[in-house]
């Protein structure tokens, strides 16, 4: 089945901690996205990547970091920096980066930090 | 700049009533495309449907329909004899052209959380 998959489902985190949330598409999707999600409000996009080895920040890219190696994955590591990183994070990717481009979500990652 | 709101923050209705999911956007684009997306209690956003700024004919699909009028920049969300597995956060969404260096931009309406009665 093609699909997006995230890992883990929760993620549990101490303050000062480095944490990274897997994403891998098998869509064969040149985009890829991350979301933070916080209650009662819509998603807000953290980084981008057009194609492999390129990545662009989002609106609230402060505090996160990712890389894009391969094709199929995108992690996003929450540093130390993201002052309130208690949130659902929501990856995505589309086939291209046009805006009739649709985006396909995967599970999405509860992280909440102690 | 594109901004979506959807004024409805929660709506409860009873089993096998009608309900409408409202969405209003602003944007300065002639060419843009608008999606519906549906947030079940697992987390995951489903995609529903993607409509351009060309196509205002009505859509159903089974027991949703879709509104949507440039007049009043709405694209508004209709269930029809809702059930309970509709019961959800539903977001409505727009995009433009070329807003960042040629690539999309998603901007994501507050969301309506949905319950369905039994």
């Known amino acids: 089945d093609g699909g997006i998959t995230q890992s883990p489902k929760y993620l549990f985190r101490k303050e000062g901690q480095n944490v990274t949330l897997s994403c891998e598409q098998n869509?064969?999707?040149?985009?890829m996205y991350w979301y933070r999600q916080d209650p009662g409000q819509g998603l807000r996009l953290i980084y981008y990547?057009?194609?492999?080895?390129?990545?662009q920040k989002g609106d609230i890219a402060e505090g996160y970091s990712v890389s894009r190696e391969k094709k199929e994955s995108f992690p996003l590591t929450v540093t130390s920096a993201q002052k309130n990183p208690t949130a659902f994070y929501l990856c995505?990717?589309?086939?291209?980066?046009?805006?009739?481009?649709?985006?396909?979500f995967g599970p999405g990652t509860r992280l909440t930090v102690l | 700049a594109q901004k979506v709101t959807q004024a409805q923050t929660e709506i409860s209705v009873v089993e096998k009533e009608d309900v409408t999911l409202d969405c209003v956007y602003e944007t300065r684009d002639t060419t843009y495309y608008l999606f519906w997306y549906k947030q079940p209690p697992s987390g995951e956003l489903v995609f529903l449907i993607r409509?351009?700024?060309?196509?205002?004919q009505n859509e159903i699909s089974g027991r949703y329909s879709w509104n949507f009028q440039k007049s009043t920049s709405s694209f508004n969300f209709t269930i029809t004899a809702s059930q309970v597995v509709d019961s959800a956060v539903y977001f409505c969404?727009?995009?433009?052209?070329?807003?960042?260096?040629?690539?999309?931009?998603?901007?994501f309406g507050q969301g309506t959380r949905l319950t369905i009665n039994p």
């Open positions: 990547s057009q194609i492999v080895n390129d990545f």
């Open positions: 869509l064969n999707h040149d985009a």
């Open positions: 995505a990717s589309s086939i291209g980066v046009r805006a009739t481009d649709t985006q396909y």
């Open positions: 969404a727009l995009s433009e052209e070329g807003v960042i260096q040629g690539a999309q931009k998603l901007v």
């Open positions: 409509r351009n700024s060309f196509d205002e």
